[in-house]
């Protein structure tokens, strides 16, 4: 059972072997989840869930490419805590609001301003609109203390 302290040493063994940085911004970010995990005021169910999702990452399996294996052993177990638990990181909502806002605001700005430069003026204003509903739905997973810190 990889459990959270294992899953920390785990990744400060990587971070001391020495890497690119884009590597060691990696591991430290998921160190930072894990101690952030830690400091949560968690319930015995909820951190043997998270425990077993991490035993059902495999963390530790040889990979050729490690950084990309991690990489998406990262961002598979963000979407567990968000889908588990609606723990975010950090300007969650602000980015995916912006990505959406953009990719709408495109499509939007072709169709009503057709030659008066459309594109820019719908992927301003998308981008725009995303940023205020992603702020306001941080500002709201900030409140009720849904937000994982990490430095």
Same mark, same amino acid.
């Given at each position: 059972?990889?459990?959270? +302290?294992?899953?920390?040493?785990?990744?400060?063994?990587?971070?001391?072997?020495?890497?690119?940085?884009?590597?060691?911004?990696? *591991?430290?970010?998921?160190?930072? #989840? $894990? #101690?952030? @995990?830690? %400091? !949560?005021?968690?319930?015995?169910?909820?951190?043997?869930?998270?425990?077993?999702?991490?035993? %059902? @990452?495999?963390?530790?399996?040889?990979?050729? &490419? !490690?950084?990309?294996? =991690? !990489?998406?052993?990262? %961002?598979?177990?963000?979407? *567990? $805590?968000?889908? /588990?638990?609606? =723990?975010?990181?950090?300007?969650? *909502?602000? &980015?995916?609001?912006?990505? =959406?806002?953009?990719?709408?605001?495109?499509?939007?700005?072709?169709?009503?301003?057709?030659? !008066?430069?459309?594109? /820019? #003026?719908?992927?301003? /204003?998308?981008?725009?609109?995303?940023?205020?509903?992603?702020?306001?739905?941080?500002? +709201? /997973?900030?409140?009720? %203390? @849904?937000?994982?810190?990490?430095?």
């Amino acid at each position: 059972m990889m459990t959270i +302290e294992k899953a920390k040493y785990f990744l400060k063994s990587l971070l001391q072997q020495g890497a690119k940085n884009s590597e060691i911004k990696m *591991y430290q970010k998921f160190l930072d #989840i $894990l #101690i952030s @995990l830690e %400091n !949560r005021d968690l319930t015995a169910s909820q951190k043997n869930s998270i425990e077993e999702e991490l035993t %059902n @990452l495999d963390l530790k399996q040889p990979h050729k &490419n !490690r950084k990309s294996y =991690l !990489r998406k052993k990262l %961002n598979a177990f963000l979407h *567990y $805590l968000k889908s /588990a638990f609606s =723990l975010v990181l950090k300007e969650h *909502y602000t &980015n995916y609001g912006m990505s =959406l806002g953009m990719a709408f605001g495109v499509a939007i700005g072709t169709v009503i301003f057709k030659e !008066r430069g459309g594109i /820019a #003026i719908g992927l301003c /204003a998308g981008m725009f609109v995303g940023y205020c509903v992603g702020q306001h739905l941080d500002k +709201e /997973a900030v409140k009720q %203390n @849904l937000v994982l810190i990490i430095t």
